[in-house]
């Protein structure tokens, strides 16, 4: 089994609807990320948790909220989809603080918003 | 803001040439990693270089570091079909913890 596992992997929505992508890690690991993936931009930084009771803002939060529900578990809400998006979505696990360890990747959620 | 910048864009050889990525960062760093990712997978880590170290070497990759340009390199000896995928340099974004990702090098082996 991965060591982080993503659901859905893939996903088609429409316009206006909640959507809830969810991330859970068996690697023990206390800081778990968000990134979204689109052509020719990259990987921005959505949200990020060093622990349960911590929860912070990335570069582009907006239209996002997140849930830390157990150390494991990172769940990524769209509270009411639009086309932009549309896009790869990655959960992320890492060990250790600064400097900042190496990051270990699920295999990404396709979200496509209609 | 991104932070690293990958240079080519995209690259393409034949099996058993070398490929270079360069990764050009904006502000200083204690550390730059490496990653790859194959098509539409999640990406994996290869390598960590820290700002004291000016080169390292895992199997066929070796990175260089130059903390006076703000540039690295990753170069990929003896290139094979398998190694087809895009590579990322990421910093960590200011003092924090955060890591910040290149767009990336598309890299095609051709066999």
């Known amino acids: 089994d991965a060591d982080v596992t993503q659901t859905p992997r893939n996903r088609i929505t429409k316009t206006g609807k909640r959507i809830m992508l969810e991330c859970s890690q068996t690697?023990?690991?206390?800081?778990m990320y968000w990134y979204r993936q689109d052509p020719g931009l990259g990987l921005r930084l959505i949200y990020y948790?060093?622990?349960?009771?911590?929860?912070n803002k990335g570069e582009i939060s907006d239209g996002y909220s997140v849930s830390r529900q157990a150390q494991a578990k990172f769940s990524l809400s769209l509270e009411s989809a639009i086309p932009n998006q549309t896009a790869l979505y990655f959960c992320a696990t890492s060990s250790v603080g600064g400097p900042t360890g190496e990051l270990f990747f699920g295999e990404g959620s396709r979200l496509t918003v209609l | 803001s991104q932070q690293g910048e990958e240079d080519p864009q995209a690259l393409s050889i034949q099996e058993g040439e070398n490929a270079t990525m360069n990764c050009s960062y904006k502000t200083s760093i204690n550390n730059l990693q490496w990653y790859r990712q194959n098509s539409g997978r999640g990406l994996v880590h290869l390598i960590l270089?820290?700002?004291?170290?000016r080169e390292k070497h895992s199997g066929r990759l070796r990175v260089t570091l130059d903390t006076s340009k703000k540039s690295s390199s990753l170069l990929i000896t003896a290139s094979r079909a398998a190694d087809t995928a895009s590579y990322f340099c990421?910093?960590?974004?200011?003092?924090?913890?955060?890591?910040?990702f290149g767009k990336g090098t598309k890299l095609t082996v051709n066999p």
């Open positions: 948790s060093f622990d349960v009771k911590d929860i």
């Open positions: 990421a910093t960590p974004q200011g003092g924090s913890e955060k890591l910040v």
């Open positions: 270089i820290r700002s004291n170290e």
């Open positions: 690697k023990g690991h206390d800081r």
